[in-house]
Nanobody
Framework: QVQLVESGGGLVQPGESLRLSCAASGTILPIYFMTWYRQAPGKEREMVAQTSRRATNYARSVKGRFTISRDYDRETADLLMTDLKPDDTAIYYC?????WGRGTQVTVSS
């Protein structure tokens, strides 16, 4: 069973940046995606960014502003979020296969 722990959320103003981190314990295979999802109040959970040895994908709404990176030795996946907007406010979750972290809150507000 893979355990995932997110960190790095917080309250920021529009236009600012934030870095989220996901630390995994257990067997993580590099060919499979580690994925960041988010869920805003009243909305469905959506994929934000994902990466593996084979590919990296982004949601259209964050492409060019968010960057996902992965350390295959430390088994971590970071999400650098820049030019944050109020619409980015959500709980951000790390995912690997059927495993989910508990999430970290990101609030973008002036």
């Amino acid at each position: 069973q893979v355990q995932l722990v997110e960190s790095g959320g917080g309250l920021v103003q529009p236009g600012e940046s934030l870095r989220l981190s996901c630390a995994a314990s257990g067997t993580i295979l590099p060919i499979y995606f580690m994925t960041w999802y988010r869920q805003a109040p009243g909305k469905e959970r959506e994929m934000v960014a994902q990466t593996s040895r084979r590919a990296t994908n982004y949601a259209r709404s964050v492409k060019g502003r968010f960057t996902i990176s992965r350390d295959y030795d430390r088994e971590t996946a970071d999400l650098l979020m820049t030019d944050l907007k109020p619409d980015d406010t959500a709980i951000y979750y790390c995912n690997y296969w059927a495993s989910w972290g508990r999430g970290t809150q990101v609030t973008v507000s002036s």
